[in-house]
């Protein structure tokens, strides 16, 4: 209860500050929204001559891309103001202050703040997923069951981005990084079954695009197992779990400003 207080306040803040300059909701709905055509429209032409990618229809590759969109939001909005100034606190000496406060370090560098502009993105991409589910016929369990498995897609996105901003304690141009990162999941605007078999490995394995948006939109769909369920659980259990132990490791070869 302590720390949703604390999460209360720091939201709270941000929120004041950020509405000071409103008019950047409507710059960043504007630019969400001529993003969101863009991606339509390159989905669209994959769709020509009656070409289904990977099997998957126009609507059902909807609900990909809206998986997408939901969870390019909440990074923009939650991820990328908080851990990309991770990089920032390391080279400014600014961590110290962070360590000495009476809270989690990992806590705090997570969810000090946010940006309300990314949710435009979010309203977009859920406009996009119940338009396609209307059209599909999908169920409330459907549904539910699709925002379950986002819900542990952000976990997986928000372990892996936190793992990189990590390593800006022994590396300084970490921000490189995490850019190559979000290029990355630029793939997942399209079912991973479109693409060939060793960008399908890659992006399953290696980099698990896949899991972020393709799996949610097969658990709506009814075509995920159990076993895929336990999986995508695991995944992003054992992510939450590694950036815990990884960030705990990363701070015993921390050289603070101050010494």
């Known amino acids: 209860m302590r720390y949703l207080r604390v999460l209360g306040r720091f939201w709270g803040t941000a929120l004041a500050a950020e509405l ?10 504007l630019s969400s929204l001529g993003g969101a055509v863009g991606s339509l429209f390159g ?28 969870l390019d939001g909440l990074a923009f909005t939650l991820l990328s103001p908080n851990l990309n100034r991770v990089v920032e606190q390391v080279q400014k000496g600014t961590l110290d202050f962070v360590l000495l406060k009476p809270l989690d370090s990992q806590f705090w560098l997570s969810f000090r703040t946010l940006s309300p502009w990314g949710l435009s993105d979010g309203l977009i991409g859920l406009f996009i997923w119940f338009y396609a589910g209307s059209r599909l016929g999908l169920g409330l369990a459907d549904y539910l069951l699709g925002f379950g498995l986002l819900a542990l897609a952000f976990v997986m996105l928000y372990s892996l981005w936190f793992v990189v901003a990590s390593n800006s304690i022994w590396f300084v141009k970490v921000a490189n990084a995490t850019e190559v990162l979000r290029a990355l999941l630029e793939a997942g605007r399209f079912p991973v079954q479109a693409f060939p078999a060793a960008y399908r490995f890659f992006f399953t394995f290696v980099v698990p695009v896949a899991f972020l948006t393709t799996v949610p939109a097969e658990a709506a769909l009814g075509r995920l197992n159990l076993s895929g369920l336990g999986l995508a659980f695991l995944i992003a259990l054992g992510l939450l779990l590694f950036s815990r132990v990884f960030w705990r490791f990363a701070l015993r070869n921390y050289t603070s400003a101050s010494s």
Not at 20 to 29: K, S, T, V
Not at 48 to 68: N, S, T
């Open 43 to 70: 989905i669209s032409l994959l769709y020509q001559g009656g070409y289904q990618p990977g099997g998957w229809r126009l609507e059902e590759a909807l609900l990909v891309l809206a998986a997408f969109l939901m």
């Open 20 to 29: 000071e300059y409103r008019g950047n909701f409507l710059i960043a709905a």
